[in-house]
Nanobody
Framework: QVQLVESGGGLAQPGGSLRLSCAASGFTFSNYAMSWARQAPGKGLEWVSG????????IYADSVKGRFTISRDNAKNTVYLQMYSLKPEDTALYYC?????????????WGQGTLVTVSS
């Protein structure tokens, strides 16, 4: 079955950086777009970024554009989210997800999440 396992979360200071990883298994990873989404305490789910199956295209929410970079290594079945210039409002549980199809932001599998806390 599909499994997505996130890692790399933790505590960062404002202005700092973190890199999240998501290890995928149970499907042909290189055939599917992948996304990252987040849920801040007391708020709804927010889509953050997506990457095409072969990595040739990426998209970002306005809230993270210019600060976050999504990438993938299809040889390792892993998708990454490099986060720079972190802000307290980036504090959230971050999920990776498998897209049903590129561009429509509909996902059919989710990881368990990794917690990012941005605080001084």
């Amino acid at each position: 079955q599909v499994q997505l396992v996130e890692s790399g979360g933790g505590l960062a200071q404002p202005g700092g950086s973190l890199r999240l990883s998501c290890a995928a298994s149970g499907f042909t990873f290189s055939n599917y777009a992948m996304s990252w989404a987040r849920q801040a305490p007391g708020k709804g789910l927010e889509w953050v970024s997506g990457i095409y199956a072969d990595g040739s295209d990426t998209i970002y929410a306005d809230s993270v554009k210019g600060r976050f970079t999504i990438s993938r290594d299809n040889a390792k079945n892993t998708v990454y989210l490099q986060m720079y210039s972190l802000k307290p409002e980036d504090t959230a549980l971050y999920y990776c997800a498998k897209d049903i199809v590129w561009g429509v932001r509909v996902m059919d599998a989710w990881g368990q999440g990794t917690l990012v806390t941005v605080s001084s």
